[in-house]
């Protein structure tokens, strides 16, 4: 153990990197602030805060998925991921940051009264709409930031206790004594967090955040068609640190059988979203419901019909034909291909699933989304990568170790 490399040294060219894309992705931060942000025409707004609006939502819920990835295999008394576990605790450290982003957009969004995103903030609409004024008991302004303000609250904090306490691993030898309670206490600590995440990412946080922008209509799959999506980009997020580390000569004790775990997840929950996506699709399609169809007809028929077809290959073709073999979950190459694509498929259906609602005559993806995406992945590569130099990348002293080490599939 004294001979492995555990203390992760960021690299200049990654600090490059990073601070590279960072300041390209504040210059079409302020450029698009100015020339649409605060720009007399209602359009743009829409498209700036919109555009801000799906990718702090976005990058908030897969660096949450990590922390529910150790939360659910903490809960199954899973010992695989102890070799590679503090890449999604690092992971997970973005949560505060990016859901204050969030935080402050969807503020912003609310007491700036932007009715054309959420159509529930007119009140005189709302007055003279009997199904909005039916939903006005959750869709009003004081719920939907006391939800919020909890919401992001409780997964930074609750997220900070698993990880403050996993860092006991790090102290010393435990006896059985110590390693039964600390199990015990990690368990107690998980279940906490997958109950608030069930209770937020698994329903109210997509209805209120994203599904409220068509305020009129509704689907029972919406919120674990969400969380399947970002989950899968957040285990895709987690391969790729893993290759990354791997192919700089840490994480000695991580072998093809991790990655190979880690590609069936991301294999599995592909084949998850598919279901969910057919489902909410052939259900509302079949029903040929008017007030069920609207949200698909332009997205199926107008201008989004690329984007939406292009989704379904992306996210469901291309992991179904290349990782559906054991050998291609072992290959460092096309599991980062994998991952890569992954991450900017569910980018996209993150995109029409927000855009394709508020922007329905024409698609505007362009300099500003890539813009902002750029942000923020130059600030998950600094701030990930500047959590995992702070502490061992492993826990040398916690209780399944070993069964991580020896781990075959």
Avoid at 113 to 135: F, Q, S
Avoid at 240 to 245: E, F, K, R
Wanted: proline content about 3%.
């Amino acid at each position: 153990m004294a001979s492995l490399r555990t203390q992760f040294e960021v690299p200049g060219k990654m600090k490059t990197w990073s601070y590279a894309l960072i300041g390209l992705g504040l210059a079409a931060l302020l450029y698009g602030m100015f020339t649409k942000g605060f720009s007399s025409d209602e359009h743009e707004q829409v498209h700036f805060w919109g555009t801000l609006m799906y990718n702090t939502i976005f990058w908030t819920l897969i660096c949450n998925a990590s922390m529910f990835f150790i939360s659910v295999t903490t809960l199954a008394q899973a010992g695989f991921t102890q070799t590679f576990r503090r890449i999604p605790e690092a992971i997970s450290t973005l949560v505060p940051i990016f859901g204050a982003i969030t935080f402050a957009v969807l503020l912003y969004i609310v007491f700036g009264h932007k009715h054309h995103i959420y159509h529930w903030l007119d009140t005189e609409a709302v007055a003279a709409d009997p199904i909005l004024k039916g939903k006005s008991g959750f869709l009003n302004p004081t719920f939907f930031v006391i939800w919020t303000t909890l919401t992001i609250a409780l997964w930074s904090f609750l997220g900070w206790r698993i990880r403050k306490l996993n860092d006991e691993a790090d102290a010393g030898p435990m006896d059985r004594e110590t390693s039964e309670k600390f199990i015990h206490r990690g368990t107690v600590r998980t279940a906490m967090f997958t109950v608030w995440f069930g209770l937020t990412v698994g329903s109210t946080v997509p209805w209120l955040w994203m599904m409220s922008i068509d305020a009129h209509w509704y689907s029972t799959m919406y919120s674990w068609y969400t969380f399947v999506s970002s989950f899968v980009a957040g285990m895709s997020l987690i391969a790729l640190w893993v290759i990354y580390l791997k192919n700089k000569g840490y994480l000695e004790l991580t072998s093809q059988e991790h990655l190979h775990d880690i590609g069936k997840f991301m294999f599995a929950f592909s084949i998850f979203w598919t279901y969910l996506w057919f489902s909410q699709y052939m259900l509302i399609w079949y029903a040929n419901i008017p007030e069920e169809t609207v949200y698909f007809k332009h997205r199926t028929q107008g201008a989004y019909k690329g984007i939406f077809f292009f989704n379904l290959i992306v996210n469901f073709l291309c992991p179904l034909l290349i990782l559906m073999k054991r050998s291609a979950k072992r290959n460092y190459t096309l599991v980062t291909f994998m991952a890569v694509l992954i991450i900017f498929g569910h980018w996209i259906d993150f995109y029409q699933m927000v855009m394709g609602s508020l922007m329905k005559e024409h698609v505007s993806l362009g300099w500003l989304d890539f813009g902002i995406l750029a942000f923020f992945v130059g600030a998950m590569i600094l701030f990930v990568g500047t959590a995992l130099s702070k502490k061992p990348l492993i826990a040398k002293y916690h209780p399944y170790l070993k069964e991580s080490v020896i781990h075959q599939v």
